[in-house]
């Protein structure tokens, strides 16, 4: 029941920035954690970033210490800002909400439509 839209990805040089956004059309506080995959070309879609609903945080190795998400309940809205970016960035990324529906035991994911990042000079 909630659906996600990304925006901000763009065409930028090797050591450049983007920012993403994730906005949501309902409230994420229920929602356990949102999340950050991307898929390229000929490839599986893979996790990059993630945070709980408790602002706990986990990045796969390839990015840390270069990429950062946040979030900001009050505007139901999930960032990934991006920062040294290298070719092998380049892909959709895919905005993602996983958690149980309430009162079950159903797992759900929700996922936005992507927004294409492309790093090259």
């Known amino acids: 029941q909630v659906q996600l839209v990304e925006s901000g990805g763009g065409l930028v040089q090797p050591g450049g920035s983007l920012r993403l956004s994730c906005a949501a059309s309902?409230?994420?506080?229920?929602?356990?954690?949102m999340g950050w995959y991307r898929q390229a070309p000929g490839k599986q879609r893979e996790y990059v970033a993630g945070?709980?609903?408790?602002?706990?945080?986990n990045y796969i190795d390839s990015v840390k210490g270069r990429f950062t998400i946040s979030r900001d309940n009050a505007k139901n809205t999930v960032y990934l800002e991006m920062n040294s970016l290298k070719p092998e960035d380049t892909a959709v990324y895919y905005c993602?909400?996983?958690?149980?529906?309430?009162?079950?035991?159903?797992?759900?994911?929700?996922w936005g439509q992507g927004t294409q990042v492309t790093v090259s000079s």
């Open positions: 993602n909400g996983h958690g149980i529906v309430p009162g079950t035991r159903d797992p759900y994911d929700y």
């Open positions: 309902g409230s994420i506080l229920r929602i356990a954690a």
């Open positions: 945070i709980t609903s408790g602002g706990r945080t």
